[in-house]
């Protein structure tokens, strides 16, 4: 693979990367944990290690997750362009299986804030996986939050004709 740095000059790389498919199971759940689409974990075979190893970049990768609904956020490798401005970071804490995570301090939906307490001494903690569409949360959170939903969407009934979604809306009115 050719990669183009920072000042322009194109360079043969020399490391693993792939694409997955067929994704099954939970999260950390794999047969051999090896899941994964472009390979931002924290293990010594992800991508930025790679490519840090090879110094072609400092070890530093940024998910930035927008706090506005109408914008997006965005990914870098490397610290050439991390941007000064408009970030918090978060510190993440050093977990198993190699994952990013961190310390839930509350959840909002709709203006309301979720029940996200400690639960039997443990802290409630979040993985953060770029490369994964779902969201999993503990019983507690996942409660209070299907609550909100419902609370906030009149318009809608539970629809359980899918038993792969735990939870799933349709309107109660035409919809064209």
């Not at 301090?105 to 779902?134: C, H, M, P, W």
Request: charged content about 20%; some cysteine; aromatic content about 10%.
């Amino acid at each position: 693979m050719r990669l183009i740095t920072a000042d322009g000059e194109r360079q043969n790389m020399d490391f693993v990367f792939g694409c997955a498919h067929d994704q099954q199971g939970k999260l950390l759940d794999s047969p051999a944990s090896t899941d994964g689409i472009l390979g931002l974990s924290n293990g010594a075979m992800s991508l930025p290690t790679q490519l840090a190893k090879q110094g072609i970049i400092s070890n530093v990768f940024g998910h930035c997750i927008a706090t506005d609904p109408s914008s997006s956020g965005y990914m870098f490798l490397g610290d050439d362009y991390v941007p000064r401005w408009g970030m918090t970071w978060v510190p993440v804490r050093n977990g198993p299986e190699d994952v990013y995570s961190t310390v839930v301090q509350k959840v909002n939906y709709g203006g309301q804030e979720l029940n996200v307490r400690e639960q039997a001494g443990k802290l409630t903690q979040v993985i953060f996986d770029s490369g994964s569409s779902y969201t999993y949360f503990p019983h507690e959170i996942y409660t209070s939050l299907i609550a909100s939903l419902e609370a906030a969407s009149p318009g809608f009934a539970r629809d359980e004709s899918d038993q792969t979604l735990p939870f799933c809306m349709k309107p109660n009115f035409p919809v064209r």
